[in-house]
Nanobody
Framework: QVHLVESGGASVKAGESLRLSCAAS??????MGWFRQAPGKEREGVAS???????TYADSVKGRFGISKDGVKNTVFLEMNTLEFEDSAMYFC???????????????????WGNGTLVIISS
């Protein structure tokens, strides 16, 4: 069993930046990802990072978001820059027992989920 706790969500203005953190216990799994869900919408993949540090991003965040991890601190980060109103959502950290599915950000692929952290972008 892996326990995931997200933090870093806040209310900011469009164009600003935020960094989300996800603390995993007892340790990170091979595939770690960030997903988000806006009111009335389905949960969607944002970014994932594999054990070899390869990454996958949703088209909507490419060039603006960056996923990274600290294996010593068992933490995954999501650096979000040039935030847009459409980025407003609950952001969830997720983990998968095996490596990430290449090029995929499917919610069905993930085995563990955190409770989320809320990001609100105002115009």
């Amino acid at each position: 069993q892996v326990h995931l706790v997200e933090s870093g969500g806040a209310s900011v203005k469009a164009g600003e930046s935020l960094r989300l953190s996800c603390a995993a216990s007892p340790w990170l799994l091979p595939c770690m990802g960030w997903f988000r869900q806006a009111p009335g919408k389905e949960r969607e993949g944002v970014a994932s990072i594999d054990s070899d540090l390869s990454t996958t991003y949703a088209d909507s965040v490419k060039g603006r978001f960056g996923i990274s991890k600290d294996g010593v601190k068992n933490t995954v980060f999501l650096e979000m820059n040039t935030l847009e109103f459409e980025d407003s959502a609950m952001y969830f950290c997720a983990a998968r027992w095996t490596g990430c599915t290449v090029g995929s950000l499917r919610t069905d692929d993930m085995h563990f989920w955190g409770n989320g952290t809320l990001v609100i972008i105002s115009s």
